[in-house]
């Protein structure tokens, strides 16, 4: 098939303009493997771009559940994140749905020339308009008409000619695999090395995924040996003297295990906020004050570095959606926290609704603040909430300098809570707002909720103990 391209003229020059190639490459990839991997990287040679995919719940596949899909968005970009020409897109994790074809090209035409990555038993029997494609996609005769189809052949499996779509490129691979084998072998304790790589197969371990029917959030585990990209301020005196240990060891971000954070919560933050989607786990050392998210440096120095005893904890993330003065929304993740605040001296007038149920129709005060419960310990409990251990099932709702209702303070909401928080007055009373100290501008609304893709694994040392921490807070120690 040959693509159309545009004329672009430059004075007395013109030049032809190929579209960019963009394959879409959607699966459950539950969980993905190093096939999938060999596949998105061939695919990576062949197009622009390929968007890697991965599914949200699907009603025909109920094993697409089995894990929380967090750990699978973990996965996906631990397996496919660095792959040359390769995007992975976690939009039907982050909203919970499953994007069909006929979506995705409408999403993605404008972008360029869209392939729709197909395994060759999709197209089997298109000759006949018996194809899966023709008789089970949504629009699927519509697509098979007019889209482009990058169609896999894998080894064993023969693709007839006659069976293919009219607009086809097929792809040989020579790479075997399969979700269902892995999830098999993990089941039942075997090993899967190989099968998926390196990184994802400590991932799977670390957290018992396919394994246990709940996953954990933490787990007891070792850095020994493990290579490390480190971050810190060298203009800081304290930071530079704690870091300086360290020099000489460690690697460039793409070779790194984990990254070692030496500096305050801030500095964790900063590199939370720049290194997420990477999916190695993050060890602070703290040079700061509190340090409610690092490591005190008497436990760091009191054995070797990288330390052989540790606990991993996966902490969510928020997900945050804001509504700009004119209309717009603008999307975000924080680790911490992310809140609205008067940007004039008239004081805010808000209204919150949890769960779409109206819950304070006037909330007069400085602003509000949302907060995950490794956040609870920073400006949420300077504005007067408890502080939560970072692994409890709960996040926060806090107001600041809360006028009316006069006794309202804070709520403590569960996981799977949604708030919204707008203007009741934007012209006159206008909000600014903050993810993570991080400036937003000038916004009328915020709408939160506990992330479904989005999180962070922090590594403690084994004696860390955050509870002492929380406790000597409460109790003013």
């Known amino acids: 098939m040959k693509s159309s391209g545009r004329l672009h003229s430059h004075g007395l020059l013109a030049r032809w303009v190929m579209p960019k190639r963009i394959a879409i490459f959607g699966g459950s990839f539950n969980p993905p493997g190093s096939h999938h991997a060999a596949i998105a990287t061939r695919l990576g040679q062949v197009f622009d771009e390929v968007r890697v995919i991965p599914c949200g719940p699907r009603p025909d596949k109920p094993v ?38 006929h979506e995705l090209q409408t999403r993605f035409e404008t ?51 006659a069976d293919l779509p009219p607009h086809a490129e097929v792809i040989e691979l020579v790479v075997e695999g399969s979700s269902t084998l892995i999830r098999e072998h993990l089941s039942r304790g075997k ?90 786990p993050f060890f ?23 330390p052989s005893d540790v606990i991993f904890r996966q902490m969510p993330m928020l997900f945050l959606e804001f509504e700009d003065e004119q209309g717009q929304r603008l999307t975000a ?67 600041s300098n809360v006028l009316e209702p006069a006794h309202w303070r804070s709520a403590l909401l569960s996981p799977d809570t949604t708030v919204t928080i707008r203007s009741l007055d934007p012209k006159r009373r206008p909000l600014q707002a903050y993810v993570d100290g991080l400036s937003m501008g000038r916004v009328v609304a915020l709408h939160a909720r506990l992330s479904r893709a989005a999180a962070a694994e922090l590594v403690f040392c084994a004696s860390h103990d955050m509870a002492e921490k929380i406790a000597a807070i409460q109790f003013g120690a």
């Not at 602070?284 to 990288?306: D, K, R, S, W, Y």
Request: aromatic share 8%; proline share 5%; with cysteine.
């Open 64 to 101: 697409t559940d089995s894990v929380p899909p967090v750990y699978r968005a973990a996965l996906a970009d631990i397996v496919f994140g660095g792959l040359p020409n390769v995007v992975v897109d976690l939009s039907d994790f982050e909203q919970e749905t499953f994007t069909r074809n």
């Open 111 to 161: 972008q360029g020339e869209v392939w729709h990555v197909v395994g060759g038993d999709l197209v089997a029997g298109g000759a006949r308009g018996e194809s899966q494609i023709q008789k089970t996609w949504q629009r699927g005769e519509e697509l098979w008409q007019r889209a482009c189809f990058a169609v896999l052949q894998r080894p064993g499996f023969t693709v007839e000619a």
């Open 191 to 280: 090993c899967v090395g190989g099968l998926v790589p390196p990184r994802a197969e400590a991932y799977l371990a670390r957290y018992g995924l396919y394994r246990a029917p709940v996953p954990g959030n933490w787990a007891r585990g070792t850095l020994e040996d493990a290579k490390f990209f480190l971050q810190a301020d060298a203009s800081n005196p304290k930071v530079s003297e704690l870091s300086c240990s360290l020099d000489g060891r460690h690697v460039a971000a793409e070779h790194a295990d984990f990254i070692s954070v030496v500096g305050g919560d801030g500095a964790m933050l900063r590199s939370i906020r720049e290194h997420w989607r990477a999916r190695r």
């Open 284 to 306: 602070g050392i703290n040079a700061g004050h509190l340090g409610f998210l690092l490591n005190a440096p008497e436990q760091v120095n009191a054995n070797a570095f990288p």
């Open 333 to 399: 993740h924080g680790f911490n926290d992310a809140w609205l605040e008067r940007a004039t001296s008239q004081s805010a007038w808000l209204e919150v609704t949890v769960n779409d149920v109206l819950r304070i129709p006037k909330l007069v005060s400085d602003g509000a603040l949302v907060a995950t419960a490794a956040g609870s310990t920073a400006y949420a409990r300077s504005m007067g909430a408890a502080p939560l251990l970072a692994d409890t099932p709960a996040w926060l709702l806090v107001g």
